[in-house]
Structures are given as C-alpha cells and as structure tokens.
C-alpha cells in the first residue's frame, strides 16, 4: 500500500514537472516572437522647464499630484488663524456664528491670489475670514506629477463660533 501512494506521488511529480517544463517552451517561444520586433523608446524629459511647458501659463488645477501646503501643515494654519482672527463685534453683538467658507489660488510661488467667498455667514465675518487669508505668509506650492509648480485651487473652512 505504502509502495502504491508513493508511486502515485512520483507520477503526479513527473507529469507536475513536464507541464512546466513545456510552458517554459512555450514561454521562450513567445519572448523571441516579441523581441524580434524593437521599439523605439524616447526618454523622459528631465527638464522641467520642459515639462512646464506642456501646460498653460495661467492654467488652475482644481487638484495636484502634491497639493500645496502651508508651513507647519494643518496645525500650522489653524494656528494662524485662531491667532489673527478678531471676531467682528457688529456679528458678537447680534450673536452670529458659523463657517466661512472662502477660496482662492495658491500661485506657482506659494503667494495668494484671488480670495472669494464661496459660503457667506454674515458680510462682517466674511470680511474678517478674507482680511486673515490675505495676510498669510506664503504656502509651499503645489506640484504635479512632473515636478513642476502649477497653480492650485485651495478651500478653506473658516470657522466663527461665540463663547
């Protein structure tokens, strides 16, 4: 009995064995057939002016491979802005709060451009959230997937609420 399962365990080796065997013919078979016609591959541009080039100058991403970010990141930003923020006393007065929404372009250098308002709460807090924003020092820009500084779209939250 002992002889039997192991002559059958040799037999399924063997014919295990021959079929990969003759896949590994037909596999070089196959790779000649393929290298026998060569493309020509031109390499990748390292010149980023080069790169840049293929967008438009003034082109604004509404998302980039790296998007851009203020130093010291998120916790950063917040920071600056609990700390410059001065809650309008006309909104304290008739007990307004709520969320700002603003957004604008983060150029190809990291400046702000083009502030707008996209979630009004009062004119006096939007007027406040935009005055922050106008005043923050330059964020690090975003890039695509090249390298290259493009112009992104950036939203921010800003967030008014009374204690």
Known sequence: MKAFRFLIIILALAVGFAGLNADAKVKKRKTTKRTAKAKVVEPAPTNYDYVQGAYEEDQIFEMSK??????????????????????????????????????????????ISNVKVLRSVDKALDAEAVRVVKQMKRFVPGYNEDHAAVRVLYTLPVSFKLQ
């Open 66 to 111: 790296y998007p851009p970010e203020y130093p010291g990141g998120t916790e950063g930003l917040i920071k600056f802005l609990s700390d410059n923020i001065n809650y309008p006393s006309s909104a304290e007065k008739k007990g307004i709060q709520g969320t700002v929404v603003l957004q604008f372009v983060v150029e190809k250098n990291g400046s």
